[in-house]
């Protein structure tokens, strides 16, 4: 069910991935941490298949990490560096999950 509370929230993780190159969501079950992402990421690729929208928004990709595989922040920095260079990504443009 869309609210004015979800769209809040998907509002303000768009405003905060624009600003920042990684964001943490937490919250408690059910709060819509996932449900969030999901509608963000649907919302700017619909958007991008817009003509005059393209060059605004772009299409974000979900990549999942197994979170028992990052044990130390300095080894995953140098994953996500290698990574954004591989693939020619943006951190605004990946979600990671």
Not at 18 to 24: D, E, G, K, L, Q
Not at 42 to 64: C, D, F, H, R, W
Request: a positive charge; proline letters at 2%; one cysteine or more.
């Amino acid at each position: 069910m869309v609210n004015d509370h979800s769209i809040t929230k998907v509002i303000q993780l768009y405003e905060t991935k624009t600003s920042r190159h990684s964001v943490m969501i937490v919250g408690g079950t059910q709060s819509a941490k996932s449900t969030t992402w999901k509608v963000l990421q649907g919302s700017m690729t619909a958007l991008n298949k817009v003509p005059e929208m393209s060059a605004t928004y772009q299409v974000v990709k979900v990549i999942t990490i197994i979170q028992s595989s990052v044990l130390q922040k300095k080894k995953m920095f140098i994953y996500l560096k290698v990574f954004y260079l591989k693939k020619r990504l943006t951190p605004f443009n990946c979600l990671w999950v």
